[in-house]
């Protein structure tokens, strides 16, 4: 069983900055981060896939950039320029099927998620 544990949510201001970490990142997996506003449905905001690229949410192209270090076992979500509308749970998730397109658009590729950790950006 795979456990991920996210950390680094806060409340920020407009303009602030935040980096989530996700612990227990895998080579062998591809990983993504999601996140789910009070009210919304779950949105794909960035994906890494076992080669390293990456694809992001047009709302965080430019402001967020996903990165991963297999030697410490960890996911980042380095997010910039943070805007109120980018308020939410935020949670990592990791899955080895075979990747398609669009997978920030297909949540049941993920084996694995996190618990989630809180991001609040005030105005």
């Known amino acids: 069983q795979v456990q991920l544990v996210e950390s680094g949510g806060g409340s920020v201001q407009t303009g602030g900055s935040l980096r989530l970490s996700c612990a227990r990142s895998m080579s062998r997996y591809y990983m993504a981060w999601f996140r789910q506003a009070p009210g919304k449905e779950r949105e794909g905001v960035a994906f890494?896939?076992?080669?390293?690229?990456?694809t992001y949410a047009d709302s965080v192209k430019g402001r967020f950039t996903i990165s991963k270090d297999n030697a410490k076992n960890t996911l980042y979500l380095q997010m910039n320029s943070l805007k109120p509308e980018d308020t939410a749970m935020y949670y990592c998730a990791a899955g080895n099927a075979w990747v398609v397109p669009d997978m920030l658009s297909r949540p049941a590729l993920y084996n694995y998620w996190g618990q989630g950790t809180q991001v609040t950006v005030s105005s």
């Open positions: 890494i896939g076992r080669d390293g690229s990456t």
